[in-house]
């Protein structure tokens, strides 16, 4: 008992035990580098003289704990020379914002905050001022817009009359079953929908982690000639329209859908969610895409004659590399393959390697003006790379990028395509290309700037370099890859080290600014960014390789770039190496520090994942445990005996199988789970650990986190808990200030002294 409270009474000593100048110095250097802007977003427009270019950016307000957004117009002549630029405009409180495809119009969706309430307004702007304003709220005909990346959309029609969004399905009003009522709330009520009594604690599943309160959509059309808002009623009830758009020159509608089902499972993160391409023609409504497949990002050719989409196979991870398909509209009933599936590489034009297409939604406008060639970014190994795919012949060029730089495609407008530019030591820059479709392309499509790299102070002093490291032994996968960040050069053993491991598993560092990553650097850290087997940009059977190895060949991985990058940067100091990691990063953290007790000075786990069996019951994505360990027939004997033991109904297979049977395999479930977790070696952790937990992570809820905290305690190990109000990415921005400092903090005390 004594040794427990002693280690408490360390674990709540706070920052005054740190120097005051050393708190100071970490937070100029935060002020320093969260001044610059990041591109959000960008539109291109045409005009006689040349283009110009519409750009949304957003920057941390450390005053206001806020990020803010403004937007910048940029002019280039007929040869991108830069003509003239605007000065920024704030607007923070747009949420979504599209121009009419004659650009003579513009439509916003805004969010304003009208004393305890925040209200939503779709305002319509010509190029001289507020033409008409519909208060949502007023209409009362659905819920919130949506404006996230996952199920949104914001479109105008062709004739620039209708505008088509997705929305929170208005469900009916419930009370409770007594509530007095007076007489005018009487007469009040009877002009409007009866209320369901009772019903107000009925639980509506909805799709998880940082898309909760999305229950059910509809697809909006507003006609601003007659100022009507109408949800469509055409659309089967138990299907979950999203992503919608117009088809060329109708007002028909293509979209994806997810059928639902009594549970949602998490989708943010999580593209094994099994949905479809449909349309809806009138009051017709069909499918085009198969079934067993998830489908995103729909985009018709300028023509109106070709349909793209990104699809794949719902194989067990989470993210797995996509096929592009194609289907000529009207003319095909079957879609044909532009881009499959990659388990390696293939060899494309100009002798380059291409990896496989990755989770990222194509731009919204991603067509050449001719409508054969279609743009469109993904991660390749380190970097995210921008592609060319020739519709006609299948050949994929890669877009030519002068440095070894991420360049992600966001417009592309009568053959001019808007890039955002970013690096590790880059935040972002804003280009402009022009394709030629008349003459044979190369990849070259001469970018020019319409802003200057925002590099980071004396980045001359700064590298960041890849390694491509491959197992000289006979497995199915060999080969990951590790980015050091930090200093060229240095002293002997005189520069501690940050290994850095991501969540998901699958999911890869990009060559990318990271604010949290950049502080460490400043204060005179390396860090080392590690795509483990299982990250994704690497090739299929790369993602697929880490399926039952959790705990295993990722971490496996993480100590041999550790190990490489001491022998290869002589100035990093093997005895004091940190480990930072979040999610899944955090779990292979957390196996780090029990697998390998005397290798680290100091541990940084952020929403960890602790314990497998506690885990599949908490989270929303308990599909993502089962299949990071292959136990998918082993979890249906699970759910049968849990059907059984709470008299429950509704399983397809019950009663086919003896019940003995699901009994005898829980126990097993249950060893392999606990096999492959951390908690399995919590005993042997002696690294003094710091825990950053969020109150409202659905993906993997604070009980986790927690569980190794107090055993750390009771173990007098060093150790430090924190718990913000944010979800699973601790992203708001007071959370990511706090967080970083004390992250920077603890590193600093354990790998100094």
């Not at 994704?536 to 993602?543: A, S």
């Amino acid at each position: 008992m004594f040794g427990r409270d002693n280690a408490l009474q360390k674990n709540y000593s706070n920052v005054g035990t740190m120097s005051s100048l050393q708190v100071d110095k970490i937070l100029n250097i935060y002020k320093q580098l969260a001044d610059r802007a990041s591109l959000k977003s960008s539109t291109i427009g045409t005009n006689k003289k040349g283009i110009s270019i519409q750009s949304i950016w957003s920057q941390r307000n450390l005053e206001t704990r806020k990020k803010q957004k403004f937007f910048k117009e940029f002019f280039h002549d007929s040869d991108l020379n830069l003509l003239s630029e605007s000065y920024p405009v704030d607007v923070t409180s747009e949420i979504s914002t599209t121009l009419s495809n004659d650009a003579n119009l513009k439509a916003i969706l805004r969010e304003i905050v009208d004393g305890v309430k925040t209200k939503q307004f779709i305002e319509i702007w010509d190029k001289q001022h507020l033409i008409k304003s519909y208060d949502l709220s007023a209409f009362d005909v659905h819920g919130d817009v949506y404006s996230d990346s996952t199920f949104s959309t914001f479109q105008w029609s062709c004739d620039n009359t209708r505008l088509l969004y997705i929305a929170e399905k208005k469900l009916p009003k419930s009370e409770p079953f007594y509530k007095r009522k007076s007489k005018a709330d009487s007469h009040e009520s009877d002009k409007h929908e009866t209320s369901l009594k009772g019903t107000e604690y009925i639980f509506k599943p909805d799709w998880g982690e940082q898309l909760v309160g999305k229950h059910k959509s509809v697809v909006v059309i507003l006609n601003i000639e007659n100022d009507s808002i109408e949800p469509i009623s055409f659309i089967p009830e138990n299907y979950f329209p999203s992503q919608a758009i117009w088809v060329p020159n109708t007002y028909e509608i293509v979209g994806v859908f997810y059928k639902l089902d009594r549970r949602y499972l998490g989708k943010i993160f999580c593209t094994n969610r099994e949905s479809y391409i449909f349309h809806l023609e009138g009051k017709n409504f069909r499918t085009i895409t198969l079934k067993g497949l998830y489908c995103s990002s729909p985009r018709f050719s300028p023509n109106g004659k070709s349909l793209v989409w990104l699809e794949r196979d719902l194989t067990p991870p989470h993210h797995h590399v996509q096929r592009l398909m194609h289907l000529q509209w009207g003319i095909e009933i079957v879609p044909s393959v532009l881009v499959d599936t990659v388990k390696t590489h293939v060899n494309i034009s100009g002798d380059k390697k291409f990896y496989g297409l990755y989770n990222q939604n194509l731009p919204v406008r991603c067509w050449s003006e001719d409508s054969r060639y279609i743009f469109l970014s993904t991660p390749q190994r380190f970097n995210v790379t921008s592609y060319v795919i020739d519709k006609d012949t299948k050949t994929i060029t890669e877009v030519v990028n002068e440095d070894d730089s991420s360049l992600y495609i966001f417009d592309v407008k009568h053959d001019f395509v808007a890039f955002n530019k970013t690096s590790i030591i880059q935040v972002s820059q804003l280009l402009i290309g022009k394709f030629d479709s008349s003459a044979p392309y190369s990849g070259n499509l001469h970018l020019t700037s319409s802003t200057e790299p925002q590099y980071l102070p004396e980045s001359n002093t700064l590298k960041y370099e890849c390694t491509e490291y491959v197992y000289d032994k006979d497995e199915s996968v060999k080969d990951f890859n590790f980015i050091y960040f930090g200093k060229k050069s240095g002293t002997v053993k005189s520069t501690p080290l940050i290994a850095v491991i991501h969540g998901g598993p699958h999911a890869v560092y990009n060559n990318e600014f990271n604010l949290t990553y950049a502080v460490f650097v400043f204060l005179g850290f390396a860090v080392l960014e590690i795509n483990y087997r299982g990250s994704t940009g690497l090739g299929g059977d790369n993602v697929e390789y880490i399926i039952g190895r959790v705990g295993e060949s990722d971490v496996l991985d993480c100590v041999t770039a550790i190990i490489t990058a001491l022998g290869k940067y002589p100035w990093l100091d093997p005895k004091k190496i940190a480990v930072h990691g979040g999610s899944h990063g955090g779990f292979i953290s957390a196996h780090l520090s029990g697998q390998y007790p005397n290798m680290f000075r100091a541990i940084v786990l952020r929403n960890p994942v602790i314990e497998l069996a506690a885990m599949y019951s908490l989270t929303d994505i308990p599909d993502c445990r089962r299949s990071a360990l292959n136990l998918d027939e082993m979890i249906r004997f699970r759910e049968q005996f849990r059907f059984r033991c709470s008299g429950e109904t509704g399983s397809r297979d019950l009663g086919k199988l003896p019940e003995t049977m699901c009994i005898s395999k829980y126990p097993e479930l249950m060893q392999v789970l606990l096999k492959h977790s951390p908690f399995l070696h919590v005993d042997k952790v002696k690294t003094p650990t710091l825990i950053a937990l969020g109150s409202k992570d659905l993906r993997v809820p604070e009980p986790q986190g927690k569980m190794w905290y107090y055993r750390l305690c009771e173990n007098n190990v060093v150790s430090k808990l924190y718990i913000y109000d944010d979800n699973h990415s601790l992203l708001k921005d007071e959370v990511e200030l706090d967080f970083t400092i004390n992250a920077a903090l603890w590193f600093i005390e354990h790998t100094t002294n």
